[in-house]
């Protein structure tokens, strides 16, 4: 199987150094554009007896569009330099905008959060639910990745594909 994109999902509150890195080194060997990706979702509106009490301002929304944006910053950082290589953001629920942008990849690259406390699927991804809904390759990759073998790829000779190993 050749790859022409490989998309890696970025935690907004995470650092997910070792999956970006792997994420690049495998775009390298298939020589295959890099997508980062991250969302955040809005909270909903604050809602009793039928009067809105709280929803998100402009400025919260400006707020999240930054951090989002400083993420991108990061995983160019992280992915290093390359004519290939993009960011992504959305404002929705991180499992459902990763389902919609996965469609321009041939692999999806992921992995499980860490949650403290409460799980906030304004926040945060949950894999399984993703797995369910992509309809492509993915890849979970461990947190932390310590004591992790690097990812080989290589083409199939006999074939002429290239294959992960």
């Known amino acids: 199987m ?4 490989v998309m890696v999902y970025v935690d907004i509150d995470g650092i997910p150094e070792q999956r970006v890195r792997i994420a690049s080194e495998l775009a390298k060997k298939f020589d295959a554009t890099l997508i980062g990706f991250s969302a955040r979702a809005a909270p909903p509106p604050f809602v009793a007896e039928g009067v809105i009490i709280e929803e998100a301002t402009e400025a ?3 707020q999240m569009q930054a951090s989002l944006a400083k993420r991108g910053d990061w995983f160019r950082s992280v992915a290093g330099d390359g004519k290939d290589i993009e960011w992504r953001s959305e404002l929705d629920f991180p499992g459902d905008a990763l389902a919609r942008e996965a469609r321009c990849a041939d692999l999806v690259i992921m992995g499980p959060q860490r949650h403290e406390g409460r799980y906030d699927d ?6 399984a639910e993703v797995l369910l809904k992509l309809g ?4 979970l990759v461990a947190p932390g990745g310590v004591g992790c073998a690097p990812v080989l790829a ?5 074939f002429g594909r290239r294959s992960l190993r």
């Open 60 to 62: 919260d929304i400006k």
């Open 122 to 127: 304004q926040r945060n991804l949950d894999p």
């Open 154 to 158: 290589r083409r199939q000779a006999r």
């Open 2 to 5: 050749s790859y022409a994109a």
């Open 136 to 139: 492509r390759p993915a890849l």
